[in-house]
């Protein structure tokens, strides 16, 4: 084991900061860092909005009242961008077509590598961090909060800062449900409950509802319509 494995092994999302700012040359390093993760043919086709004043997390805050959010030090609202394609594409082509499934997931991907880049620099310099997808559910108001123009929309964000809590590492499922060896392998449904005891050991008293409950409140119901919306109005779909 290496201090990078180390590292990555000893990952749990970070919701509690103490009143400390990031240093400025920490916060640069842990961006340069985060710019480094590949993405699809370079086209970096995201953008990080970093956010310190209290009035804008505030305002954040009152959208979606996640308290990492207003205790965060820094808050990075990664956004998916294909803003910058449109001037490249214009040199060349008449035509933009930023729309679609397969655009939508090249810039979510890009965003989503250079977050997990961010917030391992992050957490490497003592720093902590969650991320925040909740904010699509508030897509529109978000958008217009940090002036996102067409062909723009909110990924996610990192509430980053200096933690101000500790905990275990949240268990994973076994690695041989999630990494298959050649072909894809369905799993029985009896993962399920293995997994959902696994869980509530790790959650003890702290636990409301199980693993696969939460699952079924995700995936049991049509998904929430404000993210479609939003990337519509934005030309993206
Ligand atoms: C795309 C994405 C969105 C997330 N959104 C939220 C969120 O809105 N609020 C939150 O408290 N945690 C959020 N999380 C953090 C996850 O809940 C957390 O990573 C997961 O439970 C595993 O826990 P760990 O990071 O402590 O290992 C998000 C994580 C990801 C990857």
């Known amino acids: 084991m290496n ?5 990555m092994k000893s990952h749990f999302s970070v919701r509690r900061f103490k009143d400390e700012a990031i240093k400025e040359e920490d916060l640069n390093e842990i961006l340069t ?43 990075l609202l990664f956004v998916g961008d294909l803003n910058r394609a449109e001037k490249a594409v ?10 679609g499934v ?14 997990q880049n961010t917030l391992l620099a ?3 310099l003592g720093y902590g ?11 529109e108001e978000v958008a217009t909060l940090f002036h996102l123009p067409d062909y723009t929309y909110p990924v996610f964000g990192i509430a980053l800062g200096v933690p101000n809590q500790d ?3 949240k268990p994973r499922l076994p690695l041989k449900q999630v990494v298959f060896q ?12 293995a997994f959902d005891q696994v869980q509530a050991d790790y959650a003890g008293a702290r636990a409301t509802d199980s693993w696969s409950e939460r699952v079924a409140t995700q995936f049991g119901q049509p998904e929430e319509a404000t993210t479609k919306a939003l990337l519509e109005k934005h030309k993206l779909l």
């Open 122 to 124: 992050a957490e490497s």
């Open 3 to 7: 201090e990078t494995i180390r590292l």
């Open 102 to 115: 397969d655009n939508l997931l090249i810039t979510s991907v890009d965003a989503a590598l250079a977050a």
């Open 182 to 193: 050649e072909d894809y392998q369905e799993q029985d449904p009896s993962f399920v409950s």
């Open 129 to 139: 961090g969650v991320i925040i997808g909740m904010l699509r559910y508030c897509a």
């Open 167 to 169: 905990h275990p590492v």
């Open 90 to 99: 214009h040199l060349h082509e008449k035509d933009f077509h930023p729309e």
């Open 33 to 75: 860092a985060g710019q480094m993760a590949s993405s699809w043919k370079n086209f970096q086709s995201y953008s990080v909005i970093v956010v310190k004043s209290k009035e804008k997390k505030e305002a954040l805050y009152d959208l979606l009242p996640q308290e990492a959010i207003r205790q965060a030090a820094v808050f």
